[in-house]
């Protein structure tokens, strides 16, 4: 059974704090995803990564940064936690050339 | 970039109706279109998807239609039942090097019982 898993379900932090969420996948993907699910704006790309140390910026990469040493991690890094950042953080993982997408369970972060 | 636009946001209908939900896609290059449900406090998960060589796709009550004229695809249910309410996504993949799935934002449905 595939798995994406993140390291937190829920996450309170102050204002200014340096924030990791992380993601782990068991199926070999190339392909990691950062989502931020907010109401009524659906699922944006914050970042995503196609290979070991590669990324790109997905929508809104404002604020974010990520980090991919190793194959089945991706960490997404909140350089300076703000309140407009408190959202649902979705990862997900795909296969090069493959299509379903697998998604953790999310990560509700509230910044105060 | 890809936009895709996901309409209605909302959907209430009555058990044994359809529902049919409605998105269009702005890049021509797009070639996979993927459908998620996400139950409430769950995660997304994959229902049905279509590629743009295929016009129609059926299973069981789910169907998804393509029109690569119009660039728009729909998600058909047929028959619903109170477990398909959730928030249904519809998305676009461009291919080649682009490896962003691109969502809509996104149809809350509700099957009254």
């Known amino acids: 059974d595939v798995k994406v898993t993140q390291s937190s379900r829920y996450l309170v932090k102050r204002t200014g704090e340096k924030v990791f969420l992380e993601c782990v996948q068991d199926?070999?993907?190339?392909?990691m995803f950062w989502y931020r699910q907010d109401p009524g704006l659906g699922l944006r790309l914050i970042y995503f990564?196609?290979?070991?140390?590669?990324?790109e910026k997905g929508d809104i990469p404002e604020g974010y940064s990520v980090s991919r040493e190793k194959k089945e991690r991706f960490s997404l890094i909140l350089e300076s936690a703000s309140t407009n950042q408190t959202s649902m953080y979705l990862c997900a993982s795909r296969n090069r050339g493959g299509t379903e997408a697998f998604f953790g369970q999310g990560t509700r972060l509230t910044v105060v | 970039g890809e936009n895709v636009e996901q309409h209605p946001s909302t959907l209430s209908v009555q058990e044994g109706d359809s529902a049919v939900i409605k998105c269009t896609y702005s890049?021509?290059?797009?070639?996979?279109f993927p459908w998620y449900k996400q139950e409430l406090g769950k995660r997304p998960q994959l229902i049905i998807d279509i590629r743009s060589n295929v016009g129609e796709k059926k299973d069981q009550r789910i169907a998804v239609t393509l029109n690569k004229t119009a660039k728009h695809f729909s998600l058909h249910i047929t028959e619903t039942q109170p477990e398909d309410s959730a928030v249904y996504f519809c998305?676009?993949?461009?291919?080649?090097?682009?490896?962003?799935?691109?969502f809509g934002k996104g149809t809350l449905l509700t099957v009254n019982p």
């Open positions: 998305a676009a993949h461009s291919g080649g090097s682009n490896y962003k799935l691109t």
């Open positions: 890049d021509s290059a797009s070639n996979y």
């Open positions: 990564s196609y290979d070991v140390k590669m990324k």
């Open positions: 199926m070999d993907h190339e392909n």
